[in-house]
Nanobody, 126 residues
Framework: QVQLVESGGGLVQAGDSLKLSCAAS????????MGWFRQAAGKEREFAAG??????????ADSVKGRFTISRDNAKNTVTVYLQMNRLTPEDTAVYYC?????????????????WGQGTQVTVSS
């Protein structure tokens, strides 16, 4: 069955770094655009970063650009997507979700994702 499993969340201090991972299996996720979204308490879920199937195209929300880096490893049966987060601030505190978008093109979009993980909590203390 389809599984997107996030890991790597936790409690860190402002200025620290954290690396999230998402293991995706059950579909040919090497052909999917993969994204990271986040939802802070009391706010709507928002797009953070995305990467095209080949890894050649990426997109970032303005709020994380220059601090976060998305990457992927297209292994045979399980695709792993990473989100390296640097210079974290309390405003980055949220549940982070991994998502997969079945696309016919090597592009990234901010909505219309087909599969979602359960999320991992990231808390940044000041």
């Amino acid at each position: 069955q389809v599984q997107l499993v996030e890991s790597g969340g936790g409690l860190v201090q402002a200025g620290d770094s954290l690396k999230l991972s998402c293991a995706a299996s059950g579909r040919t996720f090497s052909s999917y655009t993969m994204g990271w979204f986040r939802q802070a308490a009391g706010k709507e879920r928002e797009f953070a970063a995305g990467i095209s199937p080949s890894g050649g195209n990426t997109m970032y929300a303005d709020s994380v650009k220059g601090r976060f880096t998305i990457s992927r490893d297209n292994a045979k049966n399980t695709v792993t997507v990473y989100l390296q987060m640097n210079r974290l601030t309390p405003e980055d505190t949220a549940v982070y979700y991994c998502a997969a978008d079945m696309t016919s093109f090597d592009k990234v979009q901010q909505r219309g994702y087909d599969y979602w993980g359960q999320g991992t909590q990231v808390t940044v203390s000041s």
